[in-house]
């Protein structure tokens, strides 16, 4: 294994939620020749994700080297110890370095494009443009925002719901490409030694269309001529990674376990929301989307020009955090966190034994199929887990998708509007300079990703979890 060259550079092209599901078919079928060259021209494997299977824990584990348990970001939301109030996790919540940000102190320069987890921006040398959480174009430095925002660059998609497909598909093909058009400005006009793009638009279409293969491939093939302009322009001097942060599979039905922590007896509702009139609301609710109605008055409201968020608001009961044992994160994830002020001493282990052996057990009276796939405890999967972890995680099994918030009356609901879900198993693709050809690679993690990019730069972090993967070295 040589010494790293000192002129290399790496380009990371992130794909939101691909999968070799959908990408190994379509490159058979000689429809994604970029992919295809850069599958088949160096390494490539499957990329294990992070529990919970959520974008925003998993990218930062890909920033971080680190595991959620260490990083500490889980989801979209979390709670915090010791009062479990609700909170959604910004930059600021990251515990560890990104990898450009150790890379960058060896002088080193960085352009980062829409990571989710990097908002609001950290100080770098270099260019960060933030994503996910980022609701307009925020910078570092701050002032080349405006500059962006004036050619069109949008930050993230506005998502289904108050849209038609049409108008969807438009909103989605418009984002990708605006950030298509800013990222490669900065390759062709920046000086950079890393450089990395995320394109979220993947995993949305994914998550919205999974049952319209034809629609998903048509964007894919979008994103394929992108990537292969990226891989062209960076040059012969790069090592360009392409990974996705989870992978993806069909959606049918909806698991709400706080609903069943509810039944179970472990979680209670705060008085003013246990009346019948908002219960019946919330039954309402799960009536109209069981029997797929809440479709029906969504494509009413859009016929009549108004947006549907404005007039369709799914009532959601009030947990009585203080009084309950046990609650989920909150809105869609798959975490439950034990409430340690009331459940204290050897009742913790108890009461969690007793609620993971449940859990296992549920099955879906329609299908009559396991619901979960994998439960764990977070201080088994991670080492010394943050406080503000979940006590339980869970990994929802084919089909299924566990969702928190006391907005169901009913335990299953029939998947709306999400077709598509994410599963464990992203891709990864090395290839360039310094990379093994033709190698086929096993048991790796997102974690791994940022070792392994600081290995080709002569560099080693303590702090990350991750391991170096060596075999797609020449
Ligand atoms: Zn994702």
Not at 117 to 133: A, W
Not at 382 to 389: E, G, I, R, T
Request: glycine share 10%; net charge neutral; hydrophobic share 40%.
């Amino acid at each position: 294994m040589g010494i790293p060259n000192e002129n290399n550079r790496v380009l990371v092209i992130g794909l939101d939620g691909a999968t070799w599901d959908l990408l190994d078919p379509w490159i058979e079928a000689g429809k994604l020749p970029n992919l295809a060259k850069l599958a088949n021209s160096g390494c490539r494997g499957k990329l294990g994700s992070v529990f919970p299977i959520i974008s925003l824990a998993a990218w930062s584990s890909f920033s971080t080297g680190m595991t959620p348990g260490k990083h500490g970001v889980f989801g979209f939301q979390q709670r915090n110890r010791p009062d479990y109030k609700s909170y959604i996790p910004m930059s600021t919540d990251v515990k560890g370095k990104w990898f450009w940000e150790t890379i960058g102190m060896s002088g080193k320069r960085s352009i980062i494009i829409n990571v989710p987890g990097t908002y609001p921006p950290r100080e770098l040398n270099g260019v960060l443009v933030s994503g996910l959480l980022a609701t307009k174009t925020v910078t570092y430095p701050p002032e080349l925002a405006d500059g962006l925002a004036l050619k069109g660059y949008t930050v993230d998609e506005k998502g289904y719901f108050n849209t038609s497909k049409g108008g969807f598909l438009e909103d989605i093909y418009g984002t990708t490409d605006s950030m298509a058009k800013a990222g490669l400005e900065f390759l062709e006009n920046e000086d950079w030694d890393v450089f990395v793009i995320v394109f979220t638009g993947t995993d949305r279409i994914q998550t919205c269309m999974w049952e319209d293969k034809a629609g998903m491939l048509k964007y894919f093939q979008r994103m394929d001529s992108i990537v292969g302009e990226f891989a062209e322009k960076a040059g012969n001097n790069t090592t360009t990674f392409v990974v996705s942060d989870h992978g993806a599979g069909r959606l049918k039905r909806k698991f709400f376990v706080d609903t069943w922590l509810k039944e179970q007896g472990y979680l209670k509702l705060l008085k003013s929301s246990d009346t019948p009139v908002k219960k019946a609301a919330v039954f309402i609710a799960s009536f109209l989307r069981t029997t797929k109605l809440v479709e029906t008055i969504r494509r009413v409201i859009l016929f009549f020009g108004l947006r549907p968020s404005s007039v369709i608001r799914r009532p959601t009961l009030d947990i009585d955090i203080a009084n309950s044992k046990a609650f989920s994160s909150s809105y869609y994830e798959s975490g439950v966190y034990i409430n340690r002020n009331l459940v204290t001493g050897n009742d913790y282990e108890k009461i969690r034994d007793e609620i993971i052996g449940k859990l296992k057990s549920v099955k879906d009276p329609e299908s009559g199929k396991t619901v979960i796939k994998n439960i764990f405890k977070a201080d088994v999967l991670y080492k010394n887990p943050v406080s503000d972890a979940p006590d339980i995680l869970i990994e929802a099994a084919e089909d299924y998708t566990v969702a928190g918030g006391m907005r169901s009356a009913l335990l299953f609901e029939q998947s709306v509007r999400d077709t598509g879900t994410h599963k464990f198993d992203g891709i990864f693709m090395a290839s360039g300079k310094g990379i093994k050809s033709g190698q086929k690679i096993d048991d790796i993690s997102i974690v791994d990703v940022a070792p392994t990019i600081l290995r080709l730069f002569g560099m080693r972090s303590k702090e990350m979890d991750g391991k170096i993967i060596e075999e797609i070295f020449e």
